[in-house]
């Protein structure tokens, strides 16, 4: 009786947590502020006319339908959704239901002494510790305690831990060894 107790004691932890995380996930997803090069999708419920997939540009504007100019950069996916309810309620649609999905972010970059560097996909979590894997491991010269990071708005991380977040548009430096 008690293995079971504990069987099922385990298996609850696990879901539990495996919610939390996703949880987590999608929180980091919906506090995300939209770059260049971030794919979105905006959809607006019986209106496919109105309904669109679109790759930020460095201007962040897009001219959308009915509203005119819409500023996307700097803001959240639940941010644009509220500006462009709230602009197509005003005169165009009654009570509009907006979604603005994420369907792809900006690359991160890897440079240096890694296998293979060069531009891969984020995602919410990412560390430097999985970017590194993912660009196939340190190479023989890495200086594994001197990882730099420059952040999308350029500042620069010096002598990061592995553990540090990676976030969109940054780009993680992993220095050469002298020995």
Known sequence: MKKIISIILVLTLSLFMSTLASAASRTEANDYLLGAGDH??????????????????SSGNIMYPLIGQLQ??????????????NRLKDGYLNNPMVTVIMLEFRPVYVFGEVKTPGSYEYQPGLTVEKVIAVAGGFTDRADRNDIDIRRSNDQLLKDVKVTQAIYPGDIVIIDQSFF
């Open 40 to 57: 979105i999708q905006i959809l607006v419920f019986n209106e496919p006319d109105l309904s669109m997939k679109l790759i930020i540009d």
């Open 72 to 85: 996307l950069i700097g803001k959240t996916p639940n941010q644009i959704a509220i500006d462009i309810r």
